[in-house]
C-alpha cells in the first residue's frame, strides 16, 4: 500500500525540542522530493519545508528558517524534521506529503495522516 | 513573500456550478494545485498543474489559471464535495504558498 506515516508528535514545553519522523512505503522513496506541510487546529494548511530526492536542495518557510531542520534517509524511506526553539504557534498538525517531481518541486500527491505538535508549559 | 488569496467561504445548491478563486500576482505564469480537506482527513489532491485531474477525481473537477486568477470549478456540484479547497503554488519555485482556503457549503 501506498502510504506516509507520521510519528513524533506531542506535547512539548515552550524552547525545547521535537524530532518529527515520516515513513513511507510503497513507492520508490529516492525518486521524489518531500515536504512536510503543518496545520494549527482551525487554521489553514501552512508548507513548512520541502527537501528534493538527494538533499541536494532545501527550502523552508520563513516562519521557520533557523529552528527547524528537514532531512532524509533514503535508505531507511524516512523523512524527518527536527523542531528546535519551538513557539507555540508552532501548534499544529504537521502532515508529510510526497512530492510528484524528484528536483523541482511540483505537487503533493500523497499525504500522511499528520501528527500533532502541542507546544504549551 | 509571494501571497495567494481566497474567499473564506462559496455556497452551491446540489446540482449547480460552483466556482472557487484563488488570486496572486502574476499567478498565471505559475502552475497552481488544488487540494481538497474534508473535516478529520488529510488533504487530497484535486488539480494540478492548473487543469490536470488525478486518477479519481471525478470528471466535474476542473480547473483554470490566467493572468492574477486560478478557478477550480465544480460542475453539478454533490453533497459529498462539501469541504475546504486550497491552492498552492511555487515562489521562485522553491518556497510553498498556500491560499488561506475556502469552505465550501453545499445548500
Known amino acids: 500500500e501506498v502510504q506516509l506515516v507520521e510519528s513524533g508528535g506531542g506535547l512539548v514545553q515552550p524552547g525545547r525540542s521535537l524530532r518529527l519522523s515520516c515513513t513511507a512505503s510503497g513507492f520508490t522513496f529516492d525518486d521524489y522530493a518531500m515536504h512536510w506541510v503543518r496545520q494549527a487546529p482551525g487554521k489553514g494548511l501552512e508548507w513548512v519545508s520541502g527537501i528534493r530526492w538527494n538533499s541536494g536542495s532545501i527550502a523552508y518557510a520563513d516562519s521557520v528558517k533557523g529552528r527547524f531542520t528537514i532531512s532524509r534517509d533514503n535508505a531507511k524511506n524516512s523523512l524527518y524534521l527536527q523542531m528546535n526553539s519551538l513557539r507555540a504557534e508552532d501548534t499544529a498538525f504537521y502532515y508529510c506529503a510526497k512530492d510528484a517531481g524528484y528536483d523541482n518541486y511540483w505537487y503533493f500527491d500523497l499525504w500522511g495522516r499528520g501528527t500533532l505538535v502541542t507546544v504549551s508549559s | 513573500s509571494y501571497e495567494l488569496t481566497q474567499a473564506p467561504s462559496v455556497s452551491v445548491s446540489p446540482g449547480q456550478t460552483a466556482s472557487i478563486t484563488c488570486s496572486g500576482d502574476?499567478?498565471?505564469?505559475?502552475?497552481v494545485s488544488w487540494y481538497q480537506q474534508k473535516p478529520g482527513q488529510s488533504p487530497v489532491l484535486v488539480i494540478y498543474?492548473?487543469?490536470k485531474r488525478p486518477s479519481g477525481i471525478p470528471e466535474r473537477f476542473s480547473g483554470s489559471n490566467s493572468g492574477n486568477t486560478a478557478t477550480l470549478t465544480i460542475s453539478g456540484t454533490q453533497a459529498m464535495d462539501e469541504a475546504d479547497y486550497y491552492c498552492?503554488?511555487?515562489?521562485?519555485?522553491?518556497?510553498?504558498?498556500f491560499g488561506g482556503g475556502t469552505k465550501l457549503t453545499v445548500l
Open positions: 502574476k499567478l498565471g505564469d505559475e502552475y
Open positions: 498543474q492548473d487543469i
Open positions: 498552492q503554488a511555487w515562489d521562485s519555485s522553491t518556497v510553498g504558498v
